[in-house]
């Protein structure tokens, strides 16, 4: 009896005591509800599991806890946080780029052998470790952007919120690039570079050796690599254009101040191939004029050419009358004074030098260093003559189909000038009138602008139109003719001017620019030798203004006939001189 006494005691305490719990366990769930884990915080398998039956308690109770239990568990699942899924979506969207972006692997990829081991360890593609970086990066730019505060009950607010989240992931990714891919390309570039720099190497070619592929130097390649090789550096042309310059300016102030005949002297004209563009190697060579305008002159042809005539000086109070006898103004007399006046002037300069007359030169020729370079200056006072143009350029100047005839036009109704020239002995006469005293007609200064004006069309070679090898011809030809001059001293009387005449008379005979492209540098350059090879077998080259004038009469037949054998032997063989030269 007093044992079952105690077992019933025992339960009925029990059944208090579990009581008291669960309604005490009941009360704090109501109170303080329970915060709903996001779905990926718990397991897959598991989900809210209905509460546990609970002895003793009442059921409707129970019912009520399951239902606000299936309510916020229900809440979750439907509203996952804004951070999780811009983050989801932009590692989404990075894995497919990277997708799209991979290559096809190498057949065989390279392995590392350890001493330790037996095997080779294989190193993982390129592309799947540009892929695993780009994730990495995407990763990263999810953490530094948060996803803004934002009302989950308004739907728009919440995807005005991720529409700007990922704005500013896509800002990042197009203005910063990721350090990795940075590193990366550093390689490419240094590759490059090196790839430049070994090309550049192999145009350095030795005498008779031939290069393959790229390299090979022959047609557009050969004659591009002599075209830089003889491009002048901007540093030298500043500095000597400086000193020349600066060296005209004060005598043209000298020679309005403290001379006597040479007070018209008020400008200088800058002709020459430096002047033209057409210089080569180095700015070593400047011609300058200096005219002094003539108004009212009576010009008379020296010779049966057309190229020379004699002078003279009509009333009027005109400073080189001193010069004049017998109504023709000496050419000779006024050029030893000019040569008295500089040498005066150049002692102010002790950095120019004046080198001795030359026969026939109507130049004074001074020399000075500037830098590397000794610059060699030649000043020539000349007549400037403001009428028609001699009778003698009729039937030269053939322009028309090239620039136009308005061109032309507006050509003729410039003023010409006179420069102290003679050719042959200076004792010769010719009508009473020594060829000491004769004048040459010069018609540099349309030189220079038609070199300047070359195109049929006003764009070419501007930035709007396109770029034609005229200019590079002349370059060419201008330095071939050298190079043969220094091979063979027979071809000394040949100069640069004959270079030029038979490409102005090219460009009139092949007046379209479509006939001078560019990438037609080879062909344009040896159909311009092969004309010059017609004038030297013929033996003769039309002055281009003055057609009646030959300028290969003073050249032997048998010295024009040796250097078109030469320029011809030149071409066909792909011009092994200028390989030679590219060697040096």
């Not at 979750?76 to 692997?105: F, L, N």
């Not at 530094?144 to 005005?160: G, H, L, M, V």
């Amino acid at each position: 009896m007093v044992r079952a006494c105690n077992r019933k005691c025992c339960s009925n305490i029990c059944s208090a005591t579990w009581f008291h719990f669960s309604h005490f366990f009941i009360m704090s769930v109501r109170e303080k509800p329970r915060k709903a884990r996001s779905p990926e915080s718990r397991p897959k398998e598991m989900k809210c599991a209905p509460p546990v039956q609970r002895r003793g308690f009442n059921e409707e109770k129970q019912k009520t806890v399951k239902a606000q239990d299936e309510q916020k568990s229900n809440h979750a699942e439907k509203k996952p946080s804004v951070e999780k899924a811009t983050k989801e979506k932009v590692t989404r969207q990075s894995t497919r780029e990277s997708i799209k972006e991979q290559r096809i692997p190498p057949e065989s990829s390279k392995t590392k052998t350890c001493s330790s081991r037996s095997g080779s360890v294989k190193k993982p593609p390129e592309d799947h470790l540009k892929s695993q970086l780009e994730i990495k990066a995407a990763t990263k730019l999810t953490k530094e952007f948060k996803a803004p505060s934002i009302d989950a009950t308004k739907p728009k607010a919440r995807a005005n919120a991720e529409f700007q989240t990922c704005s500013k992931i896509s800002a990042k990714k197009e203005g910063e690039e990721p350090e990795k891919a940075k590193i990366k390309r550093e390689p490419e570039k240094k590759n490059k570079k090196a790839a430049e720099e070994s090309n550049n190497k192999a145009c350095a070619v030795k005498p008779g050796q031939r290069m393959k592929g790229k390299a090979d130097l022959s047609g557009d390649a050969l004659l591009r690599s002599i075209l830089s090789n003889l491009k002048i550096k901007t540093k030298n042309k500043s500095e000597a254009a400086k000193v020349v310059n600066e060296f005209i300016e004060n005598l043209i102030k000298y020679l309005k101040k403290d001379t006597l005949h040479f007070r018209e002297v008020d400008e200088s004209l800058r002709t020459g191939s430096y002047y033209e563009n057409l210089k080569i190697s180095d700015p070593d060579e400047f011609d300058v004029m200096l005219p002094m305008p003539v108004e009212r002159v009576k010009i008379e042809p020296f010779g049966p050419d057309g190229a020379f005539y004699s002078v003279g000086l009509k009333r009027g109070n005109n400073p080189l009358k001193q010069f004049q006898q017998d109504d023709i103004l000496s050419a000779s007399e006024m050029l030893n004074d000019f040569r008295k006046e500089i040498k005066t002037f150049v002692k102010g300069f002790p950095a120019w030098t004046m080198t001795p007359k030359k026969q026939g030169c109507p130049a004074v020729t001074l020399t000075a260093e500037s830098g590397p370079v000794t610059i060699s200056l030649d000043v020539v006072l000349c007549l400037k003559v403001k009428s028609s143009w001699p009778d003698f350029t009729r039937d030269g100047f053939k322009i028309d189909q090239w620039l136009g005839t308005k061109v032309k036009q507006e050509y003729k109704r410039e003023p010409y000038y006179l420069v102290p020239k003679y050719e042959g002995r200076g004792n010769v006469e010719n009508n009473g009138v020594q060829a000491k005293d004769a004048w040459r007609v010069s018609f540099s200064h349309i030189e220079k602008d038609i070199m300047r004006k070359h195109g049929s069309e006003k764009t070419c070679c501007e930035r709007e139109g396109e770029s034609c090898c005229r200019k590079d011809c002349v370059k060419l030809f201008k330095h071939l003719l050298h190079l043969l001059k220094e091979s063979n001293p027979s071809f000394e009387k040949f100069c640069s001017y004959h270079a030029k005449t038979v490409f102005l008379h090219a460009c009139c005979s092949r007046a379209k620019d479509s006939e001078w492209r560019a990438s037609d540098l080879s062909r344009c350059f040896e159909q311009l030798l092969q004309d010059f090879e017609g004038h030297l077998r013929g033996g003769i080259l039309a002055n281009f203004f003055i057609p009646s004038q030959n300028l290969l009469s003073g050249i032997g037949k048998n010295v024009c006939k040796n250097l078109s054998d030469s320029i011809k032997e030149q071409r066909e063989n792909g011009f092994p001189i200028f390989v030679k030269d590219l060697a040096n």
